[in-house]
């Protein structure tokens, strides 16, 4: 039933850890950075400080964050801290917060149990990583009720159509955050941003530069504590954001394995149907496609290879850029930007784990991708290559283009030239780190992705000048 009148903004939750749950979207950082090219307010500050090499041994948190850590640990084992919450608690909070009731379609309390089962007995979370677990997810939740509460009040959103999407996909680390950036470039084309992601509601333009804000100030606060995690990737407010964060609501998303080590979670996810995870992809879809609209959607996330079929049964038109590059580097980058990120919520992380579950993880999922691609036809796939993205993106931009047969405007073309052209200096700095770190062969890793390598080409050897990722550039 539709209102006479809109309804009134609900101020949710402005935590600072808000932003840290969309982090699982970015990736260690490539040759590139789209960053500058957006000219942003808020992304001057970040390559000021991208100055000097750091590596995974330099990536923790400030003193303060450390002693406060410390300080819980010690009160916990006299049996002093806060009791651990249940997913009846966080749904109870979001709804006081916000006012509302109705969480809308799909089972999210199995998952969200789950979770928190596997966070409290799994993840050794410490103080810092028990207060973000519990606020990122009661934004999520609260995102879940205003979103549905958004869908009343604007019944027009419902009737919002997702026509032939496109979703780039590969290895984490292979140069699609650029290719991303570059085709949101177009006018025909949209991109979720990482403030409407993060705050989508109202699906208006209402109260956007405070979202945006306070997108910031979240970012600010992960800055602080991950303080290398800048040198590893360049962030923004207004940038493109992956496809993670329209699934995590749904309590089903591989993320939360990224920040937290939950083995019994990850295992029980791993066997999910997960078309309620992409029913919900597109429901938000619709919700920030009713604030502005464009002919196509450009999206991202290399965890869409997982779950193809899930995909495609949602958007049954869409088509796909796999970006190709050799698996090496990208298993130990995914490696080094989770080992980071889990050091920020716990003070024991093993490397070599992280090393042997992304090795696992992302050979299977490469496996799983590539069968059911072949079920599809071929002409609803575009094959790039990283290093073709290095030398001349344009080049491999206009093969997009002719491969869908889409029309490259000249003045769509210089528009990313300017982006590649405010591409911050290579040399600014480093974020180091080595497939040994994490207990990775190169020739293990080359028989697990064999059947991926041979089918298209790739060397199984990194080249030396590899060894050392460039701070500004790009991610994905």
């Avoid at 083995?263 to 996810?269: D, G, I, K, V």
């Avoid at 003070?347 to 299977?364: F, I, N």
Wanted: glycine content about 4%; aromatic content about 10%; proline content about 8%.
């Amino acid at each position: 039933m539709a209102c006479a009148r809109p309804p009134t903004p609900i101020p949710i939750q402005r935590e600072p850890f808000g932003y840290i749950v969309h982090v699982f979207a970015l990736r260690p950082a490539g040759p590139f950075s789209p960053v500058r090219a957006c000219i942003r307010p808020d992304l001057g500050n970040i390559y000021a400080s991208m100055q000097a090499p750091t590596t995974l041994e330099q990536s923790h948190g400030p003193m303060v964050i450390r002693a406060a850590n410390w300080l819980a640990e010690k009160l916990s084992r006299h049996g002093i801290r806060r009791a651990f919450p249940t997913a009846a608690e966080l749904i109870d909070i979001a709804r006081r917060r916000t006012g509302l009731d109705d969480f809308g379609p799909g089972d999210f309390f199995e998952p969200l149990s789950r979770l928190l089962e596997s966070c409290q007995r799994e993840a050794r979370l410490n103080f810092i990583g028990e207060i973000a677990l519990r606020s990122d997810l009661v934004r999520m939740l609260s995102n879940r009720l205003l979103l549905e509460r958004d869908r009343h009040f604007h019944p027009s959103i419902r009737s919002e159509r997702i026509c032939q999407p496109l979703f780039i996909v590969g290895l984490p680390r292979s140069g699609t955050t650029l290719l991303h950036t570059l085709l949101a470039v177009d006018q025909a084309h949209r991109a979720p941003l990482v403030w409407e992601v993060m705050f989508p509601s109202p699906p208006t333009p209402q109260g956007m530069e405070r979202r945006i804000r306070d997108t910031r100030r979240s970012m600010e606060c992960l800055h602080w504590l991950a303080p290398t995690f800048r040198q590893v990737h360049a962030l923004g407010a207004e940038l493109p954001q992956e496809c993670i964060g329209l699934t995590s609501p749904s309590m089903l998303s591989d993320q939360f394995d990224t920040m937290y080590r939950v083995p019994s979670y990850r295992a029980w996810f791993l066997k999910q149907d997960l078309l309620p995870a992409y029913d919900f992809h597109h429901r938000f879809l619709q919700h920030l496609q009713a604030r502005r609209s464009a002919s196509r959607w450009v999206l991202k996330a290399p965890a869409h290879m997982f779950a193809l079929r899930a995909l495609v049964t949602t958007y049954p038109d869409a088509l796909f850029v796999q970006v190709h590059r050799e698996p090496l580097k990208a298993v130990a980058s995914v490696s080094s930007l989770i080992a980071i990120l889990r050091g920020v919520f716990s003070d024991h992380v093993d490397p070599t784990e992280v090393g042997r579950d992304a090795l696992q993880y992302w050979s299977e999922t490469m496996t799983t991708f590539l069968q059911q691609r072949d079920e599809l036809p071929a002409q609803r796939f575009c094959d790039v290559n990283y290093f073709g993205i290095r030398r001349d993106p344009i080049a491999v931009v206009r093969q997009i283009y002719d491969h869908f047969q889409w029309e490259l405007t000249p003045a769509t073309e210089r528009k990313m030239r300017a982006v590649l052209a405010n591409q911050p200096a290579e040399e600014r700095g480093f974020h180091r780190y080595e497939p040994n770190q994490f207990d990775l062969s190169p020739a293990e890793v080359a028989a697990a992705f064999n059947f991926y390598t041979e089918r298209f080409g790739l060397t199984t050897v990194p080249a030396a000048s590899e060894t050392a990722v460039p701070r500004a550039a790009t991610a994905g």
